[in-house]
């Protein structure tokens, strides 16, 4: 397998080389708007879930867009959606980096951690905000109440690690 041609090692692909190297080996799942399908990277032998689903923008033309993900998968989990044993639905499983196309043509590489990390991160904060507030309105700042205040953001923030 030559790592300098796989999608892995690269930021940006463009629709055209995805079009000529994407074949497809297994649909999954096809419906009106929706296509799952394994695929593989004709040069390097690497295999995608592809996800595909259209869209049509109404506040716009109407006209229907279409939008493709690839998902980069080893072989146990090809075998695994193949055979039916592995879920594959989008978001759900997907919950490492993937390609995704955009309207410049081109693929580029979106990793999904970043808002699950930045959702929880909100909510720490607003966990900890509620506290300091319920802090405020007790009106107490004697040291048995800040005591009790830190401890509590400790805890919190013991949780999270």
């Known amino acids: 397998m030559e790592q ?8 940006k692909i463009s629709a055209e080389t995805m079009a000529a190297r994407i074949v497809p080996v297994k649909e999954l799942l096809q419906t009106e708007l929706d ?16 996800y595909a689903y259209m869209h049509r923008d ?22 695994g959606m193949i055979f039916g044993e592995q879920g594959y ?3 759900e499983f997907w919950r490492k980096a993937f390609l995704r ?6 693929y580029i590489w979106f990793d999904p951690t970043h ?12 966990d900890l905000l509620n506290k300091l507030r ?8 004697d040291p048995d109440a800040v005591r009790k205040l830190l401890e509590e953001l400790d805890e919190t923030r013991k949780k999270e690690d």
Request: aromatic content about 12%; cysteine-free.
């Open 58 to 79: 109404f506040t716009n033309t109407g006209e229907p867009e279409s939008f493709h993900y690839l998902l980069p998968i080893d072989s146990d989990d090809v075998l």
């Open 115 to 126: 808002e699950e990390e930045q959702s929880e991160d909100e909510a720490i904060a607003a």
């Open 101 to 106: 196309n955009g309207p410049e043509g081109f």
């Open 4 to 11: 300098e041609a796989s999608f892995l090692n690269q930021q």
């Open 134 to 141: 319920a802090f405020k309105e007790n009106g107490s700042a």
């Open 35 to 50: 296509l799952y399908e394994v695929s593989k990277d004709a040069e390097t032998g690497e295999h995608y879930l592809h």
């Open 89 to 91: 639905a989008y978001p």
